[in-house]
């Protein structure tokens, strides 16, 4: 009995020793709030910026990007490996060595069995990038084909070893980007090879989750088995619970943050308290540049703009400068021509639709404008913009329908829901000619959005999935994008200076209007201490300090 | 001979049913409040092309967004950058409240508030006024059919309107909307554009019917039951002739009272339909396209959702006050369902 009572003793002396010395900034909730959730909460299946953010801090990859503000947040740091492999075999193959000791949040021991595991369900639950990005896994076009079947031969396990070896098809400069997303979160071997839903699935991240209501909101408390391994791949974090709340309007959530009821707003500040936060919560208000654009595709493939002289002719008569007004102002946004926003590797200024060429745009030209028209023979031609319901959106098509009637067109605009409008306009079969819509980045790559959104593999005929919106497909330029993707692994400058020529090549076929890129701003309590933006995750919660 | 002498006249002829309904309406000094409320309302509404004109200078229909206007001997952007240190936020002109240019101030397009008042309550009254006489035109139809003939057509007339009314109203306009609204209606001969106003007139006017064709229906029941109508049948009047003569004038009074109530909602049923953008379609406007534009404005500009709900306000209130002075002078025994 003594011995037990000595040892009690000891603890807590220790607990007040730690207290003493430790860091006061450890403990306390941190309050978050959003409209509502984002459908399920499986991290390889669910695609959205609201749950990656907190998918982050409860799941951990093979490497992730390093957990931390400023220009280090889009380096990639290892994570679960013990460091960031140097491709071998020419760019095809890659060797993790796997940290020993670390465990999921329901205790069971992290193996290189759930690395592979997790790989091969990627395919088996249809992740969403499955068949552009990890089908380059050899075996992984075959998962694609047959994902009840998959074995994926390009994952191979030495458990003696304890390593991970994964044989591409062929080299790929951002498949370290793409396993350091949540998509390439290392799942326990007995994960359930479907889509988990409302369930959450335990991670070796330092937060897990407690309680999961769709309709209420989660609750995140720390991970017991959690140590901390490396403070830039996933740090400890500060608050001891973190919830997720969901049901309050982007309005009532300002006024909720205002009160200090919630720490942090998930939605943007509606434009209309743009000045109230800016006035008087000056301090709260945090600006951050992202890769992020505003743009509206143009079908190339349906009348009046499958004729090039019908975009050109809207691409001189936006007014850039009134759609950034739309958006809350030069502070938050700025006018653009081109598809790459100005962070993003390769970008080279370029603005031939304005009153004055060259680098920046200045303003519309409307006496090229209605020459084009005119040209183009399309006055008199029915076009319908859809757009989301919400602002800015709306606000965005109402602008856009009335610079096509002035062209001569004769222009409506649909709103819809926000829910559907981004698959309605990629399908074809909906006919849509002109919509408007925005694009931020997965992870820092120009192909993130050159490749992505117009080359003609992400163009598909009836499918909701077409990123591709415009319906644009030049095989040549595809041949370029893929002689830069095939360099950048070895020769950046020369594979940038390619994208720079894509983007530019892009632009000047008129295939979307770029309107403006953005900035992000988040809104904060006055309790919230520490705000950390990652230029890849944005908001890190579990380095917000609100004790 | 006659029996009169020359000093007896005639006694007047007893006043006809509209006459005294007329002369109880005109008694009614509520109701005629209304009535002058929804006058003044729908001429202020008629005079909007004049106003955008003479009075605003401004095209209601189109984007302002880098435009200027004076006031108080300064030129001011439409839409102007927000005073604050991180320079967030743009800010419409507010109202000048005086006759002029921006009197309501402007919206997030920069137009001009007040102009797109009055052309949105032309549209607002237009729509719940036609979609009204499309819901009473079609209920009497209905309801006369069914509660005259009776049989095989009043249980397939009753089913259809049960069907219709088992659909909770605000719930079946909408998906209506939401599906007519992208390409329209299409029917060989019948064609609606989808951003045309007959539209939202149609659905609106559709969805009311058995609200109406119901009580209607009953109405006729009794009224076949009666001795003139039981008479024509007896000696053979063919049934359009006692329908025509005999059932329809009666109904008449009974649709007169509905008419109001119906126009008033409609008149919400169409605001809230354009509120939820699946109404009128921009740039047209009306008083619920306004509430929707001002929605995002509400706490810098409240006034451009204000407004617009304001006029929705006064004019349904006008409507029901109209409706149960109608109610009054017609048949103040009727009981209406609301």
């Given amino acids: ?200 699935v335990p991670g070796t991240g330092a937060y897990m989750v407690k309680s999961f209501n769709p309709s209420g909101g989660i609750v995140m408390v720390r991970n017991p088995y959690f140590h901390q391994w490396s403070r830039l791949a996933q740090p400890r974090g500060y608050p001891d619970q973190i919830d997720y709340s969901f049901g309050l ?97 390769g970008y080279q200024a370029y603005c031939p639709y304005t009153k004055d060429p060259g680098a920046k745009w200045s303003a519309p030209d409307w006496t090229l404008a209605h020459e084009y028209m005119k040209k183009s023979g399309m006055i008199g031609q029915h076009v319908t913009v859809i757009t989301e319901v919400q602002a800015p959106f709306r606000q965005i098509g109402i602008y856009l329908q009335d610079v096509l009637n002035r062209l001569g067109f004769v222009a409506n605009v649909k709103p819809i829901s926000s829910n559907i409008e981004f698959n309605y306009i990629q399908n074809t079969n909906n006919k849509v000619q002109i919509s408007i819509t925005d694009w931020d980045q997965d992870y820092p790559a120009a192909s993130d959005f050159l490749d992505v959104l117009f080359s003609c593999h992400s163009f598909r005929k009836g499918s909701d999935n077409s990123i591709n919106i415009s319906g644009f497909c030049d095989p040549a330029i595809d041949d370029e994008m893929a002689k830069a993707e095939t360099l950048s692994l070895l020769h950046p400058k020369a594979a940038n200076a390619i994208w720079a020529h894509v983007d530019h090549q892009i632009t000047r076929r008129a295939v979307v209007v770029s309107l403006f890129s953005v900035a992000k701003l988040d809104f904060t309590s006055s309790s919230l201490k520490n705000f950390t933006f990652s230029g890849e995750y944005m908001f890190l919660p579990q380095l917000a300090v609100v004790k | 001979m006659s029996d009169m002498t020359a000093n007896e006249t005639l006694a007047p002829p007893a006043p006809g049913y509209w006459a005294t309904a007329g002369r109880k309406l005109v008694r009614d000094r509520a109701a005629m409040i209304s009535l002058a409320v929804l006058v003044v309302i729908a001429l202020l509404c008629a005079a909007a092309p004049w106003y955008a004109r003479h009075v605003s200078h401004t095209n209601p229909f189109q984007s302002n967004l880098s435009g200027t206007v004076v006031r108080h001997g300064r030129t001011m952007e439409v839409l102007g950058a927000a005073d604050n240190p991180l320079h967030l936020g743009i800010e419409p002109i507010g109202p000048s409240w005086r006759l002029g240019p921006y009197m309501l101030g402007a919206d997030q397009q920069g137009r001009d508030v007040a102009a797109r008042m009055l052309y949105g309550g032309r549209n607002s009254l237009l729509i719940s006024f036609a979609s009204a006489a499309v819901c009473l035109v079609l209920a009497a139809l209905t309801g006369i059919l069914a509660g005259f003939f009776g049989g095989w057509v009043d249980r397939g007339i009753s089913f259809l309107l049960d069907a219709l009314w088992a659909f909770p109203v605000f719930l079946l306009a909408i998906s209506l909307s939401v599906v007519l609204i992208a390409h329209g209606i299409d029917f060989g001969l019948f064609r609606l554009d989808a951003s045309s106003l007959s539209l939202p007139i149609t659905i609106i006017g559709v969805i009311y019917v058995p609200y109406v064709a119901r009580p209607v229906r009953g109405l006729v029941i009794g009224l076949r039951q009666s001795e003139y109508v039981m008479a024509a049948i007896g000696i053979g009047a063919p049934a359009w002739r006692i329908l025509w003569y005999d059932i329809l004038p009666n109904v008449i009074s009974a649709l007169v009272v509905f008419a109001p109530l119906i126009v008033a909602l409609d008149l919400l049923t169409e605001a809230a339909l354009s509120f939820l953008s699946i109404g009128v379609q921009p740039p047209a406007a009306s008083w619920g396209t306004i509430i929707h534009d001002g929605e995002s404005l509400i706490y810098t500009r409240p006034v451009v959702a204000i407004a617009p709900g304001l006029a929705i306000v006064i004019t349904v209130l006008a409507l029901n006050i109209l409706g149960d002075g109608l109610r009054d002078a017609l048949d103040p025994r009727a009981k209406l369902r609301n």
């Fill in chain 1, 1 to 200: 009995m003594r011995w037990i009572a000595a040892l009690l003793v000891a603890v807590a002396l220790c607990g007040t020793a730690q207290a003493a010395t430790g860091d006061d900034r450890y403990g306390g909730t941190l309050r978050l709030i959003t409209t509502a959730g984002s459908g399920s909460f499986d991290p390889q299946i669910n695609y959205t910026e609201r749950y990656w953010e907190i998918f982050q801090a409860m799941y951990d990859g093979l490497v992730t990007f390093a957990k931390t503000g400023g220009k280090q947040s889009l380096t990639i740091v290892p994570d679960l490996a013990t460091e960031v492999p140097k491709p071998t075999d020419g760019g095809l193959t890659y060797v993790f060595h796997l940290r020993r000791g670390i465990k999921f949040s329901n205790g069971q021991d992290l193996t290189v069995q759930a690395v592979v595991h997790s790989f091969r369900r990627l395919f088996k639950v249809n992740n969403p990038n499955a068949g552009t990005w990890y089908d380059v896994i050899v075996g992984g076009r075959t998962c694609n084909a047959h994902p009840e079947h998959c074995t994926l031969p390009g994952v191979v396990a030495d458990a003696a070893s304890n390593t991970i070896t994964i044989h591409l098809r062929h080299p790929d400069s951002e498949f370290l980007d793409q396993l350091a997303v949540p998509f390439g979160a290392i799942l326990p071997a007995d994960t359930p090879d479907h889509d988990m839903g409302t369930t959450p």
């Fill in chain 1, 249 to 345: 309007s982007p309005e009532a959530q300002v006024t909720a943050v205002e009160n200090d009821q919630y720490d942090w707003m998930f939605e943007d500040v509606p434009a209309d308290r743009l000045n109230e936060i800016a006035t008087k919560f000056t301090r709260q208000v945090h600006i951050h540049p992202v890769n992020w654009f505003y743009y509206a595709p143009m079908n190339v493939n349906i009348p009046p703009f499958n004729n090039k002289d019908a975009r050109l002719a809207v691409e001189y008569a936006v007014n850039r400068e009134s759609m950034v007004k739309l958006f809350g102002g030069n502070a938050l946004a700025k006018p653009d021509c081109q598809i790459l926003p100005p962070e993003m590797p």
